[in-house]
């Protein structure tokens, strides 16, 4: 199991990059619907930034489905595991 | 800030990287803060805009583009069209884009885009007309655009897609995607140099990386992303090599090391008996296959030097006697072989050639020199290289290095130009009197306008030319073609032979006519030829040329840049005036036609007036 806060950690950083924002904030129960520059195409940034982070590929349903933070943390670990 | 982060990105190499770094640069770009702009320019960077036009996703590249530019040393601007129809998105855009044109426009467009995906199989005449219709609409954009923009237009080929069947049936079968790819791609480049546009060739980078590493994958279904993440760096880095050639920053020299490099063992302790080279040994192949990918170079333009520390006659025997030697003693332009460290060999070098560091690619196999040589001369391109020499190859090949945009009969013969130089310089030392000197050469210019057999050496002098370069302005093939036919324009190409030899085309002149007055708006001239009088003589053709269209004063312009101090007093040294100073350096400098003096001149002159002459 990946450590929640050190994911959260981890992820903010590339938040950060992705939406082009240092003063971004989030916790492990953000949803898309509260970043406002969380659109699509930030998305599939964020998927890029987690998969190169934490060296997983992320299926493309999965990818479609994940709509906030505890999503990302989830897929992260699944994968972690079964990789 | 923008310093900081060109120190930065020698190391950056992925997409993450290139990414946070491109992000930075872009805000500090933007911003400005504490004039970093002004300050990267000092230290020899140079702006650039570039827009994208995509049917697809592009926006996701500027900043590894940004990044990649900064390691050429270019501040790149990038603006993107994304998800539109090229043909609408200009007719809406056109005022704006002729009001401020970028420097050169992308033109990136996909398989599906030119319906290059489905044609009747079997059916060679449909596949015929398919492949024309996407070449034609490829054409109407991108004469749309030289219109519009008069500036720069970059065609992509097209790499296959995950859904294109790869048997050996499609290698035949008239209308298979492969085979319609295959044809498109030969094709467009061929149309592309007739329009002077300049060709990206992105099929070349999908192979080299393999399809299965090239596509996209999830990210095309997912976001329309045209290649995977991972390639990002490698076409940010590819395409920046072009931006780079267009603004005369390729690489032109390449320096190789001898031992471990060239051949295999040490010259010095094995003999040439000894060293490893051609058939026989698994890494005397290598070394072949290295010379080869040299010599290759060396057709193209690029000018081979050595730098080893050797006993020097020990090491160019081999270039003499080695039955499988490839490279020759004439192919090099210049050994420096000796015990001295290689950062001074090789400033040595760029000296002697008239060629600024940063045009240099150094290939050496031991880590220590390379490490010597980047911390020395950071300019200087220095791939690493792995160990074993057989994966060298690769690396050399993805780095693009020495990116050309055209290719004249003056590229073939580059190195043999340099040689003949060194003969020259030899020949002014044994005569020392240097009016006899020059007389003896036997020197004849041939002068005569714009015209579309010189048009790609003259674009190309205009793009490379940084010291002898009065005003550093830079113009397409398009802008130069249509020089040919401006009533307004007066040019001027010349070329030079003496008695060792044809130097190709030397020098351009670009004047523009405003009511009595001839403005010089770029002077060019190859360095490999200064100090013979050619200016003179080029001055007196102008005068005599302005006095008989009526013309009463010449003007020329001097605007400073890092590289083109050589020139700076350039009009003084030819009799102009001076008449203004701006507090950036920029000087401009008059001439009455009446005033004028002709030098004695030793150079007999071929003029041509008319166009097609």
Same mark, same amino acid.
């Given at each position: 199991?990946?450590?929640?806060?050190? !994911?959260?950690?981890?992820?903010?950083?590339? !938040?950060?990059?992705?939406?082009?924002?240092?003063?971004?904030?989030?916790?492990?129960?953000?949803?898309?619907?509260?970043?406002?520059?969380?659109?699509?195409?930030?998305?599939?940034?964020?998927?890029?930034?987690?998969?190169?982070?934490?060296?997983?590929?992320?299926?493309?349903?999965?990818?479609?489905?994940?709509?906030?933070?505890?999503? !990302?943390?989830?897929?992260?670990?699944?994968?972690?595991?079964?990789? | 800030?923008?310093?900081?982060?060109?120190?930065?990105?020698?190391?950056?190499?992925?997409?993450?990287?290139?990414?946070?770094?491109?992000?930075?640069?872009?805000?500090?770009?933007?911003?400005?803060?504490?004039?970093?702009?002004?300050?990267?320019?000092?230290?020899?960077?140079?702006?650039?805009?570039?827009?994208?036009?995509?049917?697809?996703?592009?926006?996701?590249?500027?900043?590894?583009?940004?990044?990649?530019?900064?390691?050429?040393?270019?501040?790149?601007?990038?603006?993107?069209?994304?998800?539109?129809?090229?043909?609408?998105?200009?007719?809406?855009?056109?005022?704006?884009?002729?009001?401020?044109?970028?420097?050169?426009?992308?033109?990136?467009?996909?398989?599906?885009?030119? *319906?290059?995906?489905?044609?009747?199989?079997?059916?060679?005449?449909?596949?015929?007309?398919?492949?024309?219709?996407?070449?034609?609409?490829?054409?109407?954009?991108?004469?749309?655009?030289?219109?519009?923009?008069?500036?720069?237009?970059?065609?992509?080929?097209?790499?296959?897609?995950?859904?294109?069947?790869?048997?050996?049936?499609?290698?035949?079968?008239?209308?298979?995607?492969?085979?319609?790819?295959?044809?498109?791609?030969?094709?467009?480049?061929?149309?592309?140099?007739?329009?002077?546009?300049?060709?990206?060739?992105?099929?070349?980078?999908?192979?080299?990386?393999?399809?299965?590493?090239?596509?996209?994958?999830?990210?095309?279904?997912?976001?329309?992303?045209?290649?995977?993440?991972?390639?990002?760096?490698?076409?940010?880095?590819?395409?920046?090599?072009?931006?780079?050639?267009?603004?005369?920053?390729?690489?032109?020299?390449?320096?190789?090391?001898?031992?471990?490099?060239?051949?295999? @063992?040490?010259?010095?302790?094995?003999?040439?008996?000894?060293?490893?080279?051609?058939?026989?040994?698994?890494?005397?192949?290598?070394?072949?296959?290295?010379?080869?990918?040299?010599? *290759?170079?060396?057709?193209?333009?690029?000018?081979?030097?050595?730098?080893?520390?050797?006993?020097?006659?020990?090491?160019?025997?081999?270039?003499?006697?080695?039955?499988?030697?490839?490279?020759?003693?004439?192919?090099?332009?210049?050994?420096?072989?000796?015990? *001295?460290?290689?950062?001074?060999?090789?400033?040595?070098?760029?000296?002697?050639?008239?060629?600024?560091?940063?045009?240099?690619?150094?290939?050496?196999?031991?880590?220590?020199?390379?490490?010597?040589?980047?911390?020395?001369?950071?300019?200087?391109?220095?791939? &690493?290289?792995?160990?074993?020499?057989?994966?060298?190859?690769?690396?050399?090949?993805?780095?693009?290095?020495?990116?050309?945009?055209?290719?004249?009969?003056?590229?073939?013969?580059?190195?043999?130009?340099?040689?003949?130089?060194?003969?020259?310089?030899?020949?002014?030392?044994?005569?020392?009197?240097?009016?006899?000197?020059?007389?003896?050469?036997?020197?004849?210019?041939?002068?005569?306008?714009?015209?579309?057999?010189?048009?790609?050496?003259?674009?190309?002098?205009?793009?490379?030319?940084?010291?002898?370069?009065?005003?550093?302005?830079?113009?397409?093939?398009?802008?130069?073609?249509?020089?040919?036919?401006?009533?307004?324009?007066?040019?001027? *190409?010349?070329?030079?032979?003496?008695?060792?030899?044809?130097? @190709?085309?030397?020098?351009?002149?670009?004047?523009?006519?405003?009511?009595?007055?001839?403005?010089?708006?770029?002077?060019?001239?190859?360095?490999?030829?200064?100090?013979?009088?050619?200016?003179?003589?080029?001055?007196?053709?102008?005068?005599?040329?302005?006095?008989?269209?009526?013309?009463?004063?010449?003007?020329?312009?001097?605007?400073?840049?890092?590289?083109?101090?050589?020139?700076?007093?350039?009009?003084?040294?030819?009799?102009?005036?001076?008449?203004?100073?701006?507090?950036?350096?920029?000087?401009?400098?008059?001439?009455?036609?009446?005033?004028?003096?002709?030098?004695?001149?030793?150079?007999?002159?071929? &003029?041509?007036?008319?166009?097609?002459?």
């Amino acid at each position: 199991m990946v450590d929640p806060d050190e !994911f959260v950690a981890r992820l903010t950083t590339i !938040f950060r990059e992705q939406l082009d924002d240092d003063n971004l904030t989030i916790n492990i129960d953000t949803k898309q619907s509260d970043l406002g520059g969380w659109d699509s195409l930030a998305h599939v940034r964020v998927v890029m930034g987690v998969e190169r982070e934490y060296g997983v590929q992320l299926d493309v349903d999965e990818i479609e489905t994940i709509k906030s933070v505890r999503g !990302f943390y989830a897929a992260v670990n699944s994968h972690a595991e079964s990789d | 800030m923008i310093g900081a982060l060109r120190g930065l990105i020698n190391r950056a190499w992925n997409d993450g990287e290139l990414g946070s770094i491109g992000r930075r640069l872009r805000r500090a770009l933007a911003s400005d803060v504490s004039g970093s702009v002004e300050a990267a320019q000092a230290s020899g960077c140079i702006s650039f805009s570039l827009l994208i036009v995509s049917t697809n996703t592009i926006n996701h590249l500027v900043d590894a583009l940004c990044a990649s530019a900064l390691r050429a040393g270019i501040l790149l601007h990038c603006q993107t069209v994304e998800y539109q129809e090229p043909e609408s998105w200009l007719a809406t855009h056109r005022e704006r884009l002729e009001a401020d044109p970028p420097d050169a426009t992308l033109l990136a467009l996909d398989r599906s885009d030119l *319906q290059l995906g489905q044609c009747r199989l079997g059916d060679s005449a449909a596949a015929e007309a398919c492949i024309q219709a996407a070449l034609d609409r490829v054409r109407r954009i991108a004469e749309q655009l030289i219109g519009i923009t008069g500036r720069s237009v970059i065609v992509q080929t097209l790499a296959a897609e995950a859904s294109d069947p790869q048997l050996s049936a499609d290698a035949w079968l008239a209308g298979s995607p492969r085979r319609l790819l295959a044809e498109f791609n030969l094709k467009l480049p061929v149309m592309a140099r007739e329009l002077s546009c300049v060709v990206f060739d992105v099929a070349a980078i999908a192979n080299l990386v393999g399809m299965t590493h090239w596509s996209a994958g999830r990210y095309w279904y997912l976001a329309k992303l045209p290649f995977a993440p991972s390639c990002i760096p490698l076409y940010a880095h590819r395409l920046v090599q072009l931006l780079a050639a267009m603004r005369g920053k390729a690489n032109r020299v390449l320096v190789l090391d001898l031992d471990n490099t060239l051949w295999g @063992g040490l010259i010095g302790d094995d003999g040439i008996g000894g060293i490893e080279l051609g058939t026989g040994s698994a890494r005397g192949e290598v070394f072949i296959a290295m010379q080869r990918l040299a010599l *290759q170079y060396k057709a193209r333009g690029v000018i081979l030097c050595v730098v080893s520390k050797n006993a020097e006659e020990l090491a160019r025997e081999v270039f003499r006697n080695h039955p499988e030697m490839l490279l020759r003693e004439s192919d090099i332009a210049l050994f420096q072989i000796n015990w *001295q460290d290689k950062p001074s060999n090789i400033s040595a070098m760029a000296e002697a050639l008239e060629l600024g560091l940063d045009t240099f690619v150094f290939i050496d196999d031991s880590p220590a020199e390379r490490k010597q040589m980047r911390d020395a001369v950071p300019q200087v391109e220095i791939p &690493e290289l792995p160990n074993d020499p057989s994966a060298w190859l690769d690396i050399i090949q993805a780095a693009g290095y020495f990116e050309q945009l055209s290719f004249s009969t003056e590229d073939r013969a580059r190195t043999d130009y340099y040689k003949g130089n060194a003969l020259r310089t030899m020949q002014a030392k044994k005569i020392g009197n240097h009016d006899e000197f020059l007389k003896s050469l036997g020197m004849t210019i041939t002068v005569e306008p714009f015209n579309a057999l010189g048009r790609q050496r003259i674009t190309q002098l205009i793009a490379k030319s940084n010291q002898f370069n009065l005003t550093t302005r830079r113009y397409s093939e398009a802008e130069v073609a249509a020089l040919e036919t401006d009533s307004d324009a007066v040019t001027v *190409q010349v070329r030079l032979e003496d008695m060792f030899g044809d130097n @190709g085309m030397i020098s351009i002149v670009i004047c523009r006519r405003h009511a009595g007055i001839w403005d010089i708006d770029t002077w060019i001239m190859s360095c490999r030829v200064l100090g013979r009088g050619i200016e003179q003589a080029l001055l007196a053709i102008l005068v005599n040329r302005a006095r008989a269209a009526g013309a009463r004063e010449l003007r020329g312009v001097y605007i400073p840049t890092p590289k083109n101090g050589l020139v700076r007093d350039h009009y003084a040294k030819l009799g102009f005036a001076k008449a203004e100073e701006a507090s950036t350096g920029e000087t401009t400098w008059t001439l009455l036609v009446d005033d004028f003096v002709p030098a004695i001149s030793l150079i007999d002159v071929r &003029e041509r007036v008319s166009a097609d002459a």
